[in-house]
């Protein structure tokens, strides 16, 4: 069973970059055909999809993010990890990795138990 796991800052400061790290275990983020996400929710909100890097490093944005957001991964390191720039206090929330299989975008099978992020002075 594969195994996601979020690592990264509590806290940034508004106008700050977050820069989160998620770790894989138990599978490869290469293997085909997964996407491996990033999604986040703000707290009384439902998930927002932020980006996704494929298993063979193709990125995809949300267009809502595309503009200050980046995916990337260390295969060496079997992890992918999140930019996400100019950050305000209202993108405080709970940021999740998770996999997804290529012939159900959307459905995510495994997540990460996610990490929360505030966003303050």
């Known amino acids: 069973q594969v195994q996601l796991q979020e690592s990264g800052p509590g806290l940034v400061k508004p106008s700050q970059m977050l820069s989160l790290t998620c770790r894989v275990s138990?599978?490869?983020?290469?293997?085909?055909?997964?996407?491996w996400n990033w999604v986040r929710q703000p707290p009384g909100k439902g998930l927002e999809w932020m980006g996704v890097?494929?298993?063979?490093?193709?990125?995809y944005y949300s267009p809502s993010f595309k503009s200050r957001t980046s995916i990337s991964r260390d295969t060496s390191k079997n992890l992918f990890s999140l930019q996400l720039s100019s950050m305000t206090p209202e993108e405080t929330a709970v940021y999740y990795c998770?996999?997804?299989?290529?012939?159900?975008?959307?459905?995510?099978?495994?997540w990460g138990r996610g990490t929360q992020v505030t966003v303050s002075t």
């Open positions: 998770a996999r997804a299989d290529r012939a159900l975008i959307g459905h995510f099978d495994a």
């Open positions: 138990d599978g490869s983020i290469t293997t085909n055909y997964y996407g």
């Open positions: 890097i494929t298993y063979d490093g193709s990125t």
